[in-house]
């Protein structure tokens, strides 16, 4: 069954960088975008970043674009999510997902992780 | 402009039917949305995607209760025959050129 794990939170200062993983098993993880997506303590979900794919084209919500990168290795399964400039404002947990849609750019969520806490403090 | 828009709460009786809503705004073409669940304490789950003809495509082991519809800008989430763990807050999810994103979420309480 599709299972995904994500890795690499924790407590972070405020301008600080964290790099989160996820490590997916269960399918075919080259065939498949894939997302990163954030909740806040007591809010809503808010998707952050997606990946094609081939890794070929990427999207990110405006208030993370330029610190975040999202990156995977097909090779290793694995999808990143390398956080600079940590603000406050980012504290949460964050979710790995995986696309949907075999073959897609990242348009719906099909499949999520447990999510990790990323603390900016 | 993509905007997608939820009830904060909702209420059902134990057996009873509800739906839940979540009204879809676009200046462009509108897209397919999915539904996701998300119980107290537990990462989110996909329950389905509603396409824009109002066809809808359930995730893995979503029980018959729960189906999807459109109405206009309007699109829907049904749950027939509540149960208490269906007491959970329900998102929207839609997609556009270089956007995704999620509706507030509606909290649905079981009575």
């Known amino acids: 069954q599709v299972q995904l794990v994500e890795s690499g939170g924790g407590v972070v200062q405020p301008g600080r960088s964290l790099r989160l993983s996820c490590a997916a098993s269960?399918?075919?993880?080259?065939?498949?975008?894939m997302h990163w997506v954030r909740q806040a303590p007591g809010k809503g979900l808010e998707w952050v970043a997606v990946i094609s794919y081939d890794g070929t084209h990427t999207y990110y919500e405006d208030s993370v674009k330029g610190r975040f990168t999202i990156s995977r290795d097909n090779s290793k399964n694995t999808l990143h999510l390398q956080m600079n400039s940590l603000r406050a404002e980012d504290t949460a947990v964050y979710y790995c997902?995986?696309?949907?849609?075999?073959f897609g750019f990242g348009e719906l969520c099909g499949y999520w992780g447990q999510g990790i806490l990323v603390t900016v403090s | 402009q993509l905007v997608l828009t939820q009830s904060p709460s909702a209420s059902a009786s134990l057996g009873a039917s509800v739906n839940l809503t979540c009204t879809l705004r676009?200046?462009?073409?509108?897209?397919?949305i999915a539904w996701h669940q998300q119980q107290t304490e537990k990462g989110p789950r996909f329950l389905m995607k509603?396409?824009?003809?109002?066809?809808?495509i359930k995730g893995d082991g979503i029980p018959d209760r729960f189906s999807g519809s459109i109405s206009g800008a309007e699109r829907y989430l049904t749950i027939s025959s509540v149960q208490s763990e269906d007491d959970a807050d329900y998102y929207c999810?839609?997609?556009?050129?270089?956007?995704?994103?999620f509706g507030g979420g509606t909290k649905l309480t079981v009575l």
């Open positions: 676009s200046t462009g073409t509108t897209y397919a």
């Open positions: 999810q839609t997609w556009g050129p270089a956007i995704r994103m």
């Open positions: 509603v396409n824009r003809d109002g066809t809808y």
């Open positions: 997902a995986r696309d949907q849609r075999i």
């Open positions: 269960g399918f075919t993880f080259s065939n498949y975008g």
